[in-house]
C-alpha cells in the first residue's frame, strides 16, 4: 500500500488523521495520504511565502531533467501508481508518464531561456542616452488545486513551471488521485529541488481549498476542474491572479468531404482516451447527414470492439472512470437521454464503475448529455445539412475550451478556424491534441482566456520588472 505524509519543509509530516484512496476497479484501499488541518495549511502558506528560491537557470533545468530521469526510469511503477487510484487502463496510464516526460523535459528547455526585452531610448528626438530592459520575476506563491483525471500530468503542469521559474507553490491535489502528485512531489525533492519550494497537502476539502483560494498571502491560483468550481474560485479569491482550465463540452465537425474512416479512427482516440474523462473529449459528434447514418453504424461498430475491464491487464482499451458514483451518473444522464427520444447505438451497460464505450444517435444540443459536461466515455450523434448550421450547433454550449473538424476543404476550414469560439480548433485530429509546451484553454464556461501549457504557465506564474540604464553608446 502506498502511503505519504504532508510534504512540508523537504520533509513527509503524518498526523493522527488519513484520507484513505481506494481503487475503483477492485474498491481496496490502495494507499492513503495525510490529512492536513486547516491549521498546518495555513502555516505551510506562511512558511511558503517566506521562501526565496535562488537557482540558477542551470540548476532549475538539472532538476527538471533529474524528475524526467526518474519517471522514465520507473515509468512502469508510475503507470501502475495512477491505475491504483484512477481504474485507468495500463495503455493510458504509460502514456500519461510519457506525457509527464515531456513536461518535465519541455520546462527544463525553457528554464534556460531568457526572454528578457531591450528598448533603445535614442529613437526618438526627444529621447535620451539610456536603455530601458525587463526581466521576469517569480510571484511570491502560487497555490494549485488540481483533478482526479490525469492525476500526475495535471500536477506536472502546474509544477513544472514553478521549478522553471522560481515559483514557491503549494499544491492540493484530488482526494480520490492524490498518490501521484505526492510521488511526483518526492521525485522533485530526490532531484535536489530545495525545501519549502513545492509544498503538498491534502484533507477537508472544503477548509483547505478554501485557505488555498482566499488566503491574502497567494498571489494566484491555478485551478483545473469543473466550470462550476471554477466560477466560485473566481467569486472567492479577491485581488490575486487566476489560471482556470475548466470544463468542456467538444464537438468534432465531420463535414460533407471528409473521410469516413479517418473521421471514425479520430473520434474513437477523442471519446474514449482516458475513459472519456478529459475536459477536450468529443462529447458531440457534429455529421453532415449524407455521411451520418454510415458514420454511426462505423463507429458503433469500432466503439463495440474496444475492450473495457481490467485495467491491469496491458491488452484491455478502457479502464474504470473515478468511480461507481461517477459511473452512476453518466448512466442516469444517457438514460434521460433515451427518454426524450434518442437512440443507444452501443454501450450504456454499467458494471460498478465500468461504464462501456457509448454512442448515442438522435441528439440535439437541448439534451443534458450534451449541453452539460458529461465527464465519461460517451458521445452525441447531432447531424447538420449546412456549413453554417454546423458552426452554429458547435458554437451553441456554454463551453468554449476545444474542437475538432475533419475536412480537405480549405474555405470550410478556415471559417471553422475562424468562427468556432474555442481556445483550441484542430483539422484532422482530436480536440485535445497539443504539445506540452504549446498554448491550451478555454473561453466562455470553460476558463477566462488565460492558457496554460509549460511557457504561458511560466508567464502566469512570473511579474515584469522594467528598469533603465545610462547608456551612450551607439
Known amino acids: 500500500m502506498h502511503e505519504f505524509g504532508t510534504i512540508a519543509g523537504g520533509r513527509q509530516l503524518t498526523?493522527?488523521?488519513?484520507?484513505?484512496?481506494?481503487?475503483?476497479?477492485?474498491?481496496?484501499?490502495?494507499?492513503?495520504?495525510?490529512?492536513?488541518?486547516?491549521?498546518?495549511?495555513?502555516?505551510?502558506l506562511q512558511q511558503s511565502h517566506a521562501t526565496r528560491i535562488r537557482l540558477s537557470r542551470r540548476d532549475r533545468a538539472d532538476v527538471l531533467e533529474g524528475m524526467a530521469h526518474i519517471v522514465s526510469d520507473r515509468r512502469d511503477e508510475v503507470s501502475r501508481l495512477?491505475?491504483?487510484?484512477?481504474?485507468?487502463?495500463y495503455k493510458d496510464t504509460q502514456y500519461e508518464a510519457g506525457r509527464v516526460v515531456d513536461v518535465l523535459k519541455f520546462a527544463a528547455m525553457k528554464a534556460l531561456?531568457?526572454?528578457?526585452?531591450?528598448?533603445?531610448?535614442?529613437?526618438?528626438?526627444?529621447?535620451?542616452?539610456?536603455?530601458?530592459?525587463?526581466?521576469?520575476?517569480?510571484?511570491?506563491?502560487?497555490?494549485?488545486?488540481?483533478?482526479?483525471?490525469?492525476?500526475?500530468?495535471?500536477?506536472?503542469?502546474k509544477v513544472a513551471p514553478a521549478i522553471a521559474t522560481n515559483t514557491p507553490v503549494l499544491l492540493k491535489p484530488s482526494e480520490k488521485t492524490p498518490l501521484s502528485a505526492y510521488w511526483l512531489a518526492q521525485a522533485a525533492l530526490d532531484?535536489?529541488?530545495?525545501?519549502?519550494?513545492?509544498?503538498?497537502?491534502?484533507?477537508?476539502?472544503?477548509?483547505?481549498?478554501?485557505?488555498?483560494?482566499?488566503h491574502e498571502l497567494v498571489d494566484m491560483v491555478t485551478f483545473t476542474g469543473s466550470s462550476?468550481?471554477?466560477?466560485?474560485?473566481?467569486?472567492q479569491a479577491g485581488y490575486k491572479r487566476l489560471v482556470l482550465e475548466l470544463g468542456g463540452s467538444s464537438p468534432l465537425l465531420v463535414l460533407e468531404d471528409a473521410d469516413m474512416e479517418e473521421a471514425v479512427d479520430i473520434a474513437i482516440a477523442g471519446i474514449f482516451k482516458n475513459s472519456g474523462q478529459r475536459c477536450t473529449a468529443i462529447r458531440r459528434l457534429v455529421v453532415h447527414?449524407?455521411?451520418?447514418?454510415?458514420?454511426?453504424?462505423?463507429?458503433?461498430?469500432?466503439a463495440s470492439a474496444l475492450t473495457c475491464g481490467d485495467p491491469y491487464d496491458a491488452t484491455v482499451d478502457m479502464g474504470t472512470v473515478i468511480d461507481i458514483e461517477a459511473a452512476q451518473r453518466i448512466e442516469t444522464r444517457v438514460q434521460a437521454?433515451?427518454?426524450?427520444?434518442?437512440?443507444?447505438?452501443?454501450?450504456?451497460?454499467?458494471?460498478?464503475?465500468?461504464?462501456?464505450?457509448?454512442?448515442?444517435?438522435?441528439?440535439?444540443?437541448?439534451?443534458?448529455?450534451?449541453?452539460?459536461?458529461?465527464?465519461?466515455?460517451?458521445?452525441?450523434?447531432?447531424?447538420?445539412?449546412?456549413?453554417?448550421?454546423?458552426?452554429?450547433?458547435?458554437?451553441?454550449?456554454?463551453y468554449g475550451l476545444s474542437a475538432g473538424v475533419v475536412s480537405d476543404h480549405w474555405p470550410s476550414i478556415q471559417r471553422c478556424i475562424s468562427e468556432i469560439d474555442a481556445g483550441t480548433v484542430n483539422v484532422k485530429e482530436a480536440p485535445g491534441y497539443?504539445?506540452?509546451?504549446?498554448?491550451?484553454?478555454?473561453?466562455?464556461?470553460?476558463?477566462?482566456?488565460?492558457?496554460?501549457?509549460?511557457?504561458?504557465?511560466?508567464?502566469?506564474?512570473?511579474?515584469?520588472?522594467?528598469?533603465?540604464?545610462?547608456?551612450?553608446?551607439?
Open 82 to 89: 495512477i491505475t491504483d487510484e484512477a481504474g485507468l487502463c
Open 434 to 474: 497539443r504539445l506540452e509546451w504549446t498554448p491550451f484553454g478555454g473561453i466562455k464556461a470553460s476558463g477566462l482566456g488565460y492558457k496554460e501549457g509549460v511557457i504561458e504557465t511560466m508567464k502566469a506564474m512570473t511579474w515584469v520588472k522594467t528598469y533603465s540604464l545610462p547608456w551612450d553608446r551607439p
Open 337 to 398: 437521454t433515451i427518454e426524450q427520444g434518442a437512440q443507444v447505438l452501443c454501450g450504456h451497460q454499467r458494471q460498478g464503475a465500468l461504464y462501456p464505450p457509448t454512442v448515442v444517435d438522435g441528439v440535439d444540443n437541448a439534451h443534458p448529455l450534451v449541453c452539460e459536461e458529461t465527464f465519461g466515455p460517451v458521445a452525441a450523434i447531432l447531424r447538420f445539412d449546412t456549413l453554417d448550421e454546423a458552426i452554429d450547433i458547435a458554437n451553441d454550449t456554454e
Open 191 to 214: 532531484a535536489g529541488l530545495p525545501a519549502d519550494a513545492l509544498n503538498v497537502v491534502n484533507g477537508p476539502t472544503t477548509e483547505v481549498a478554501e485557505l488555498l483560494v482566499t
Open 113 to 157: 531561456d531568457d526572454d528578457s526585452e531591450v528598448y533603445p531610448c535614442d529613437i526618438t528626438p526627444h529621447g535620451r542616452a539610456r536603455r530601458i530592459y525587463t526581466t521576469r520575476q517569480p510571484l511570491r506563491l502560487v497555490s494549485a488545486i488540481t483533478p482526479f483525471n490525469h492525476p500526475m500530468n495535471q500536477v506536472a503542469h
Open 15 to 44: 498526523g493522527k488523521d488519513w484520507v484513505e484512496v481506494r481503487s475503483p476497479w477492485s474498491g481496496d484501499v490502495v494507499g492513503r495520504v495525510a490529512s492536513t488541518t486547516p491549521e498546518q495549511v495555513a502555516q505551510i
Open 289 to 302: 447527414r449524407c455521411l451520418a447514418d454510415a458514420f454511426a453504424s462505423r463507429l458503433a461498430e469500432r
Open 228 to 235: 462550476q468550481i471554477g466560477r466560485q474560485i473566481a467569486s
